[in-house]
Nanobody, 123 residues
Framework: QVQLVESGGGVVQPGGSLRLSCLAS????????MGWFRQAPKKERTFVTS????????FYTDSVKGRFTISRDNAKNTVYLQMNSLKPEDTAVYYC????????????????WGQGTQVTVSS
């Protein structure tokens, strides 16, 4: 089992940027494709982005393409989410997770989850 700890959330104005980090421990991080999901208030958790174990392939939900960038540093056991041009609709708790198989945009394809970090976009 992999333990995941997200950080970097906060309050930012529309148009601003944040960089989230997710530190993994307790497993072989480089074995895993990783993903970020988010859950807005009173809504279901949804897929944001995913990155393959070697970082060569990335996948994004349409609403964040061109604004968000996922990356990873296997030497540091960390996956990042750079979020630019933030919008109020990006407000959510953001979670990272380890992909264990199946469609990369489905929650059931992920096993270990962090506790989440809150991102609030507001003026």
């Amino acid at each position: 089992q992999v333990q995941l700890v997200e950080s970097g959330g906060g309050v930012v104005q529309p148009g601003g940027s944040l960089r989230l980090s997710c530190l993994a421990s307790g497993g072989t991080f480089s074995n895993y494709q990783m993903g970020w999901f988010r859950q807005a208030p009173k809504k279901e958790r949804t897929f944001v982005t995913s990155i393959t174990w070697n970082g060569r392939q990335t996948f994004y939900t349409d609403s964040v393409k061109g604004r968000f960038t996922i990356s990873r540093d296997n030497a540091k056991n960390t996956v990042y989410l750079q979020m630019n041009s933030l919008k109020p609709e990006d407000t959510a708790v953001y979670y990272c997770a380890t992909h264990i198989g199946g469609p990369y945009d489905k929650e059931e394809s992920y096993a270990d989850w962090g506790q989440g970090t809150q991102v609030t976009v507001s003026s």
